[in-house]
Each structure stands twice: as C-alpha cells, then as structure tokens.
C-alpha cells in the first residue's frame, strides 16, 4: 500500500498555519460590522494579521494546536492498520518540525509525551470505507479553550425552561454562548447535535464543524435555526474575545439525530475563531489539498 507519511505531514502543517478562506472571508466581513477604533474591531484585526503572519512563515495559527481530529474516508482495499500507522508517524514527525505542540498529556500520570501520540485515540482518527476510487483524510485541529466552553444539555432543562423541543434547543444553545463569554475564543463557530446518546451526540456536533461556512442542514426547520441562533448570539453583545461588539458567532451548524424516548440531548461543541480544517483528497497518483 502507498506510504503517505510525508504527504500527511503536509496536510498537517497546512490546517495549522493556514486557516481556510472560508473562515478568513468571513472574518474580514465582520471587522466591517465594529465600530472604528473599537476593542472588537483591534481583536478582529490583531487576528487577521496573525492569520497572515502564520500562512508566510508556515508557524502554527496559535500557540494551542489543539486536538488533531482526523477523518479518513477510503475506498475498499486501503488498510486501516496502515493508515493509522502513517497517520500517527506523520503527527510525530509535524511535531518535530514544530507545526504542532506537544499536546499529548497522560491524564493518569501527567506526562505529556512530547510527539502527540497518546493512546490509540491521540490522535483522534475515525475511518470509514466509502465506494469509489478517492481516498480523503480531513484534519480538524480543536483548541482547548473552545473545547472547556462546549456544553451538554438534558432536556427539559427546567432552570432555562427549556423543554424538548426546537424552542427549547434555542434557548440552551442560547445559554451556552452566553455561558462561553469570550473564554472559548470568539468569534465561535457552534456546532450542535440534537438527539443521540452522550457520546454519539458529542461527537456529531464536532463532525458537523467539518463542512464550509454557511453550508445550512438540508432540513428547512433546522436551516432556520441555524441562521437564528448565530443572529441571537451576535446580539448578545459579547464579542471578539468578549471585548463586547457585534461578531460572537461567526455561524451555526446543527445535525439532528435519533434519540431514545427517554432522552433528548443537545450538544454544543463551540469552535473558536482558529477555525482549522483541511482536506486532501488521493486519486491515484495525483495527491490534492482543499
Ligand atoms: S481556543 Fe482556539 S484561539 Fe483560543 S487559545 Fe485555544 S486554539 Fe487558540
């Protein structure tokens, strides 16, 4: 099977030192939306230099390179085993050329391992075979702060008079940003699942942060309160960095998933502005990066 060791290192240093344009669009949008000389508008262009500074000289977008989070999507006849093998040489190897931190702390003995690699799931790698002939391994880098703000609801959550329904996400997605201030970074991008277990819905509303900015669910329900909640959150005056201003949420993605009668989860993964994730695509020879 084809090595990609230094094709993923690549993958690698790109989703730490170059945020997607999507992302960098939409910031350069909201610095529009602050006032002159506001604390926001300092805090949004303080980041877009840094945003440039980074992508020159390939240095991580932020000290925090957070939690690498990979997705690898392959066609029948690719071996897991190898890939998870190239994967995790290609972390070692990125930390070395310090497009990574070492991130990786022993949570029992409080050792941090110096490579990235922790257990089997530092890195963080889910695999799933897909029809076809492309192979493509997405990387989401998650940053600790905005992970300490992410949030998991029960509902009906009385104290928010939130019941179980889509009136009731609002307000505890509501209750969420508001809770976050500006601790997870703002502006955030939210990711939310509604339904699942604990862990299933957790992980779908940090899978839901792979897709581009301003992609709506395809369900009219969910694309409207997609849209609402990220105008809500705006109003809440939090801001860049909680300096106060218009830009708190950046977007909103949701996933609806089935749930068991007797639960109604609502999870809510908050992305902060260091927004990373990349994408290469293998089609034979030709190795591509989104
Ligand atoms: S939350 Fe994001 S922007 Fe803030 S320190 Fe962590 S990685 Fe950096």
Redesign the pocket.
């Known amino acids: 099977m084809r090595d990609l060791t230094n094709e993923i290192v690549e993958l690698i240093r790109r989703t730490s030192s170059s945020l997607p344009k999507d992302v960098e669009d939409r910031l350069r949008t909201s610095i529009e939306k602050e006032a002159p000389g506001s604390a926001a508008r300092g805090a949004l262009e303080t980041i877009l230099k840094n945003i440039e500074l980074s992508r020159a000289n390939s240095t991580p ?6 939690t690498p989070i990979f997705y690898v999507h392959y066609p029948v006849g690719w071996s897991t085993i190898q890939l998870r093998r190239q994967i995790r040489a290609a972390m070692e190897e990125a930390t070395k050329k310090s497009y990574m931190r070492p991130n990786a702390v022993d949570a029992i003995y409080d050792k941090n391992s110096g490579n990235n690699l922790g257990g089997d799931d530092f890195p963080y790698i889910h695999f799933e075979e897909v029809e076809g002939e492309e192979l493509t391994i997405e990387l989401m ?8 703000v992410g949030r998991q609801y029960s509902l009906p959550e009385n104290t928010l008079g939130a019941g179980r329904d889509l009136a009731g996400v609002r307000k505890v997605v509501l209750d969420a940003v508001q809770k976050a201030q500006g601790q ?2 703002a502006p955030g991008i939210l990711g939310v699942a509604i339904g699942g277990d604990r862990g299933s819905s957790y992980i779908k509303s940090k899978e839901v942060l792979f897709s581009e900015m301003g992609t709506r669910n395809d369900d009219p329900k969910l694309a409207a309160l997609e849209e609402q909640l990220t105008k809500e959150s705006n109003e809440l005056g939090i801001g860049p960095m909680g300096f106060g201003g218009k830009t708190t949420v950046l977007d909103t993605k949701i996933t609806g998933l089935s749930r068991l009668p007797a639960s109604y989860f609502v999870s809510v993964s908050y ?4 927004y ?1 994730r990349r994408k290469m695509t293998v089609k034979g020879e030709e190795v591509m990066y989104d």
């Open positions: 977008i932020c000290q925090d390179t957070g880098l998650k940053g600790g702060g905005c992970e300490n997870g970074c992305m902060c502005w260091a990373r």
